[in-house]
């Protein structure tokens, strides 16, 4: 099935096709249909799998059929999101499936200010993206109104519960008629999703997207068991040996983040970090810089992964196994988007082999270890512009919270 036999506005149709989307992905193939003819959909699909697609083809659609309501402020589909990113992001997606159509959307984030916000609202919007916080002070600042909501959708539930949005999303669901379409979507699911999804879907359909792996099929995954001190050095080494990739690198900690950008900047790697610890402006310089090549090298936490859309990143290094099995779904979704194919790699030490099965036995698979040879590690520290004995003492000074020796000067 290709998206042009799909029952949608030629608009549509023409946005897609410049896009590249021809033919649509398992999610988009499950969802669209019901969608479009107006059932509540409770999906469980992971980030990668063109689940914004999947929900926004179709309610584009049915917006531009539908006569618009009368009052110029009257949302009629309201898309509730964890992140700011991600409602950037799923903004500029819907704007661009929509061109041409008289669906308008916008975004409604915190960390930038409110006035351009409010303005569009009072111009008139379709589509709210927004994440719980600022909505919540537009809505009781009487900005927002959003009693003609016809779609109401839920974009990665799991991480909003994770980020304490339970009652926010509550509040903000009593104020929506309860005549009202539902899409409800999580990458994961536990008995608190549940929970939250059958309070608010009606008779859903349910959509699950390959239960046994979680993680996007066109994903190639290895791991390489690497030792805490050399790992930097195998980064460089992956770097410098595909200078033309885009390549993601997951670290625990922002302290980590920053840290091995330095190291990498020692060795003449250029990377920017993105962390909590970055404020709104930041990030968003880094995420343009990232996305139009000016830096390969994008060092990121956690707490940002499920933000990050940008097309083409050949690689996912991560570079700390993460802690909590699901991120690394999260993270590596990061790559292989779409119809792509894309390359994660694990840099696992002794100590994070227990973290590493944790993983396997979450996405159901074994994943290919990248055996490397006593010689072919020795030649990747020798490789390093960086001398690892420099390394490892600067990192030794780096971890002593109150040095009593000199430190050595830095290269
Ligand atoms: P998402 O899971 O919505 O974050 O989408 C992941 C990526 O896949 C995005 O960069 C989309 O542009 C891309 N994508 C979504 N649907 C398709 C499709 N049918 N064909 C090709 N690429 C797609």
């Not at 940008?310 to 099995?325: A, F, R």
Request: proline content about 4%; some cysteine.
């Amino acid at each position: 099935m290709k998206f042009s036999d799909y029952r949608i506005s030629p608009d549509i149709k023409q946005n897609l096709e410049k896009l590249g989307f021809k033919k649509p992905t398992d999610i988009q193939y499950k969802s669209i249909p019901p969608i479009l003819n107006g059932e509540d959909v409770l999906a469980i699909a992971q980030t990668g799998t063109g689940k914004t697609a999947s929900f926004a083809i179709p309610v584009i659609h049915l917006l531009q059929g539908r006569k618009r309501n009368d009052r110029p402020s009257g949302v009629r589909c309201l898309i509730m999101v964890p992140t700011r990113e991600l409602a950037m992001q799923i903004n500029e997606a819907i704007r661009t499936i929509g061109k041409g159509t008289n669906v308008k959307t916008c975004a409604i984030v915190g960390g930038v200010a409110q006035d351009p916000q409010i303005a569009q609202l009072e111009k008139g919007t379709d589509i709210v993206v927004a994440t719980p916080g600022r909505l919540f002070d537009l809505i009781s600042q009487g900005y927002l109104n959003l009693d003609r909501v016809e779609v109401l959708i839920l974009d990665e539930a799991d991480h909003m519960l994770d980020l304490g949005f339970i009652n926010d999303i509550k509040g903000v669901i009593t104020k929506i008629p309860k005549q009202r379409q539902t899409l409800f979507f999580s990458a994961t699911i536990d008995e608190r999703i549940k929970k939250l999804a059958y309070s608010i879907v009606r008779k859903a359909i349910r959509i699950q997207i390959s239960p046994k792996n979680p993680v996007a099929k066109n994903i190639t995954h290895s791991v390489a068991f690497i030792e805490m001190d050399d790992k930097r050095f195998f980064l460089e080494r992956l770097i410098k040996e595909n200078e033309d990739q885009k390549i993601l690198v997951f670290v625990r900690t922002q302290v980590r983040a920053e840290r091995v950008a330095k190291a990498m900047e020692r060795v003449q790697i250029k990377a920017v970090t993105i962390h909590g610890g970055k404020d709104q402006k930041d990030r968003l310089k880094v995420m343009e810089s990232f996305k139009n090549n000016h830096v390969k090298v994008l060092i990121a936490t956690d707490v940002s992964a499920r933000g990050i859309d940008v097309p083409g990143v050949n690689q996912v290094v991560n570079y700390d196994i993460p802690e909590q099995t699901e991120n690394y779904v999260h993270r590596v979704g990061r790559t292989g988007r779409g119809t792509q194919k894309g390359l994660a790699i694990a840099f696992c030490s002794e100590e994070e082999k227990p973290l590493l099965t944790d993983i396997e036995d979450y996405i159901g698979q074994k994943i290919t270890v990248q055996k490397i040879n006593q010689e072919d590690y020795n030649h990747t520290l020798d490789y390093s512009e960086e001398h690892p004995h420099d390394w490892k003492s600067l990192l030794k000074e780096a971890e002593t919270p109150k040095p009593k020796k000199k430190h050595k000067k830095r290269k």
